[in-house]
């Protein structure tokens, strides 16, 4: 009801930890104006997103000039006097991104200028392409680059008793996914590629195996002297 609203909500400090961009997920509720009588001229339909870099929290010390502003932060959706009487609130999701992000964390705020809103959740998330195997060769957990555009090629390493044939790559995409596969590793001598991973051969024993080793030789032999019968016969 009152002009020149200015009202405060601040997240706790948070880690930053390895993004160099964030992403701010916000979901809220917002009532048409329109709807709600006596507030032409005070009444808003938006809100203000902002953020702040920092080493360290500041505990409850908060000055808004400090802060960085993001965006106007407008609902796809309004209810009215009508959908609150039937329980019915129209949830909006909006999604913004921040970066580069350089210090250790951040603060985030959202600022009200004299909207009837609910911010109903936020979430804060940062996108990596997960730690996988391809074609026999290990990549890391990889942060993509703040610049959207370009791409991270990363070596892969292959996995235990295999060898390069050709340098394994993968490229991390501003998105998380993982592209343009290169290159492979191929199990070495004496082992075969199973599931992707080298296990040796049925014909190579070790102290674990031996005795299974041993029966599969046997039928090997058997069924060699077999065949050496048959054609000599």
Known sequence: MEPNQNNWLRTNWISRDAAQKIYVEMKFTLRDCNSIPWVLGTCKETFNLYYMESDESHAIKFKPSQYTKIDTIAADESFTQMDLGDRILKLNTEIREVGPIERKGFYLAFQDIGACIALVSVRVFYKKCPFTVRNLAVFPDTI??????????????????????????????????????????????????????????????????????????RSEITVFFFGYFCFSG
């Open 144 to 217: 993509p680059r703040v610049d959207s555009s370009s791409l991270v090629e990363v070596r892969g390493s292959c996995v235990k008793s295999a060898e390069e044939r050709d340098t394994p790559k993968l490229y991390c995409g501003a998105d998380g996914d993982w592209l343009v596969p290169l290159g492979r590793c191929i199990c070495s001598t004496g082992y075969e590629e199973i599931e992707g991973s080298c296990h040796g051969a049925s014909s190579f024993c070790d102290v674990t195996t031996v005795g299974k080793c041993l029966l599969d030789l």
